[in-house]
């Protein structure tokens, strides 16, 4: 029984660390990272332009898929996903793991520090 409970504390403990690597991103570097990796889809700008992808201005707390009259894809719609940091995060890291179907052309940054640097910039942009 204690074994149990070492090793449930030892993964809550993982989880927990996990999550707040999410949350730790810095916007100063996740802004020009945003400029490099995602700046020839899409616009993080009050009023800014729709372009491959959709304006991410405002994003946070929305559902996924559900902002203007961009098209999302029926996958992307369907997600059930609500953009915070963690969720950003993830998605940015692999997009086609969080949602499998979508159409976005972007196969992700592979590393979860500059992924949490996005996040945190877009977390500013509303």
Do not use: K
């Amino acid at each position: 029984m204690a074994r149990i409970l070492i090793l449930a504390g030892v993964t809550l403990g993982t989880l927990l660390a996990s999550s707040a690597a999410f949350a730790a991103g810095d916007p100063a570097r996740g802004a020009t990272a945003f400029r490099t990796e995602c700046g020839s889809c899409h616009t993080a700008t009050q009023g800014g332009p729709a372009r491959t992808g959709p304006n991410l201005f405002g994003v946070f707390g929305s559902p996924a898929g559900s902002r203007g009259t961009f098209r999302y894809s029926p996958a992307m719609q369907r997600s059930g996903l609500t953009w915070d940091e963690a969720t950003l995060t993830r998605y940015l890291v692999a997009p086609r793991r969080v949602v499998p179907g979508g159409t976005m052309s972007y196969a992700g940054t592979g590393d979860a520090a500059e992924a949490a640097n996005i996040a945190a910039y877009l977390a500013t942009q509303r």
